[in-house]
């Protein structure tokens, strides 16, 4: 029995439309439209909350080497829990899935026998916090192996092959009419992040080399903190103008400039308010160009613009982007508390709005302490509060690199 067995968890919205999976093969079509992208090397874990068992929290983290799966199993299952619990309450039963693409001389039924101690590893875990385990699979190669079945002659060796984009099934047409969709694979989402190759990364190594030691000389000297902060202010909001207006690029040194300021918590926080609807595209495509001009060795510095990239696309109801740029922060700098409060919210079923409120309300004192009245359309930010104070990104428990 769950221990929470007399909690009453909300039901969901009435307007929300209902997705019914009645099986396994349900379940691993439903996936994608769960992440909004096809997974890859990912383990995902959806909650199930209540006696009608609606969906719950969602936790997507990379399948690690081998030797890390006990301690990664173990962390998965906190981590959902915890996540679960913050929302409203500890959830009734989960799913699992891992999700593989075959290697070389490999096939999707080897992937399923491969993973299967993984699953195994995962299925205790959650059954020591008293979860159930509504189903466990295995998805490679098209098709889907069940961990759970333990009936031989249910399901073929070789896996059951998932429904062709041209054959939708009424699980996929259901979701597709509830206003869910597919953006691709993770792995096509998150080359779009990558940092640039040759010839512009050499160009843009000189010159982050040049600005480097021109920005420690004001760091150095008195007031150089606050003068820096300003500078940066001045060249995010003239960047901004210039990508309202259709730009898609900046200078080396401008880019440079702009990166290692963005490592000033505060600057970070005010780059964040350009958050109103007609901010979030032409801001992303300015958090998507910096976080592809970090290249090695200043790559740790891609965790301010992707964690940016985020938070819009967060506000913009994209949640496939979030992740994968939530992801990407995390390798860049696992520490990023900011990438890790949203990290929580967003896996815990929390909307954006309240840490916009809050966000809206610091641009406000910002603003008011320069002595300058707030403009019409306040924009926000992500308030230095994100950082300032104990979150949930800050109780334990923090995301991995990848468990996004």
Known sequence: MNDDRGAQPPSPPA?????????????????????GFH????IVVLGLQ???LHQGGTVRVDIPIEPRWKQTAADTARLLVRLSEE???????????????PGPDQDGRAVA?????????????????GLAVKESLCVSDGRWWSYACRQPECCDPAGTPL??????????????????????????????????????????RQAFDRIVPRLARVLARSGGTDEVRERTGELLDAAMERFRAGADRLEDEEAARLLLGLRDRRARDRAAEFAEPSDLVPAQRLWRFLA????????????????????????????????????????????????????????????????????????????????????????????????????????GGRPAAGAV
């Open 163 to 204: 429904r062709r984009d041209d054959d939708v099934g009424p699980v996929a047409a259901a979701a597709t009419y509830a206003g869910l969709a597919v953006r691709g694979s993770r792995r096509e989402i998150a080359a779009a992040m990558e940092p640039i190759g040759p010839p512009d990364d050499e160009a843009q």
């Open 50 to 52: 209540g006696p009608g």
């Open 292 to 395: 592809r001009r970090c290249v090695a060795p200043y790559r740790v510095h891609a965790a301010a613009p992707l964690t940016l990239l985020a938070w819009t696309a967060w506000l913009a109801d994209d949640t496939p982007t979030t992740r994968v740029a939530l992801s990407r922060a995390l390798e860049a700098d696992p520490g990023y508390t900011l990438a890790q409060l949203i990290y929580d919210s967003l896996n815990g079923g929390l909307r954006p709005d309240g840490l916009l409120a809050t966000v809206r309300e610091e641009r406000a004192k910002r603003l008011a302490g320069r002595g300058g009245p707030a403009p019409g359309r306040p924009r926000g930010g992500s308030g230095s509060r994100s950082d300032s104070r104990s979150g949930p990104a800050e109780r």
């Open 87 to 101: 929302r409203d309450c500890k959830p009734t039963a989960v799913v699992l899935y891992l999700c593989r693409d």
């Open 39 to 42: 997974p890859d090397d990912s």
């Open 15 to 35: 307007d929300q439309p209902l997705v019914k999976m009645r099986g396994p093969a349900d379940m691993a079509e439903m996936l994608p439209y769960l992440l």
């Open 113 to 129: 026998a491969q993973l299967r101690p993984l699953a195994e590893r995962l299925a205790a875990e959650f059954r020591d916090h």
